[in-house]
């Protein structure tokens, strides 16, 4: 069993940044390809950006990419989600999220139902 825990999202101005972090525990970390997903209401879960379980690959979607980064430390069993640029189509509900493979790869996946672990959830708002 793996457990993850976002840090607190906040209360942002268009156009500024914002790091979120995940730590993991349980299980093994380094074995976990790595998601970040967002879900604002009455939407479904969008999928943001992958890592492997190495830092070799990383994957983003076509409407975040160039202002979203997903880095990890291994030794300290944790995924981060670097945003700039905030716009107004990013405020959601951000997860992280562990596919646990049981051995290093660099396979990643988009898709909601390939991770097995999920945070809490935490809430990113932009300010009008």
């Known amino acids: 069993q793996v457990q993850l825990v976002e840090s607190r999202g906040g209360l942002l101005q268009a156009g500024g940044s914002l790091i979120l972090s995940c730590e993991a525990s349980?299980?093994?970390?380094?074995?976990?390809?790595m998601g970040w997903f967002r879900q604002a209401p009455g939407q479904e879960r969008e999928f943001v950006s992958a890592i492997s379980t190495t830092g070799a690959r990383t994957y983003y979607p076509y409407s975040v990419k160039g202002r979203l980064t997903i880095p990890r430390d291994n030794a300290k069993k944790s995924v981060y989600l670097q945003m700039n640029s905030l716009e107004h189509e990013d405020p959601a509900v951000y997860y992280c999220a562990a596919d646990d493979f049981g051995y290093e790869t660099d396979l990643i996946y988009s898709a909601v139902n390939k991770y097995d672990y999920w945070g809490q959830g935490t809430q990113v708002t932009i300010s009008s």
């Open positions: 349980g299980g093994t970390f380094a074995w976990c390809a």
